[in-house]
């Protein structure tokens, strides 16, 4: 893909859609060449949906529960994803397993972001995992989807540190203001043609190491 193309998106949801909002921002602010062509929600009642609709963004909602099987989901997904000739599936909140009818259809062209630093915590309630553990870092993820639950190649990352008095609902909020800035970095790369996935790693070109990486320790070392 050429680098001055803008890239178009279609984005699942299930729910609220901020890290939809983060993703209208990017492109608004002009940091992100993308068109969102399609939102797709499973849910009638998502307030993401709204949120589409206030920045005038076409939307679809597909009940899942009309479906037997998921792979018959995942098809009618596919069809209305190719009817708006989307090319990156955005999975933004989507609280569905997705297949290989619609993995085939987009072969590594599906991104999710999920609020944990993988591969620990996988599947729901990965905050919650992470306060109870005990852990001083935790984060959020953007990887490529596969069929294994939260095991595609890694994109991007984001730590951010636990607090002895932090609750899930407090860690989630610190976790989502960094999925809110890495979900649209990801995207940018893929619309840059700067990723290639070899094996389950991803190599990004021109990869940018910072001479002022910061080590973050939790709790903090006295210097």
Known sequence: MATNERIRLGVLISGAGTNLQAIIDAIERGELKAEIAIVISNKANAPG???ASRHGLPTAVIDHRRFARREDFDAELVRVLKEHDVELVVCA?????????LLSAFPNRVMNIHPSLLP????????RAAVEYGVR?????????????DEGPIIIQAAVPVYPDDTEQTLRERILEQEHRIYPQAIALFQQGRL???????RIKDFPISQK??????????E
Not at 137 to 149: D, I, N, P, R, Y
Not at 196 to 202: A, L, Q, S
């Open 93 to 101: 909140g989507f609280m569905r397993i997705l297949t290989h009818v």
């Open 137 to 149: 870092l935790a984060g959020c993820t953007v990887h490529f989807v596969t069929e294994k639950v």
């Open 120 to 127: 620990a915590f996988t599947g729901i309630d990965a905050q």
């Open 196 to 202: 290639e996935i070899v094996g389950r790693k991803v």
């Open 213 to 222: 990486t910061v080590c973050l320790v939790n709790p903090p070392i006295d």
């Open 49 to 51: 949906l709204e949120r």
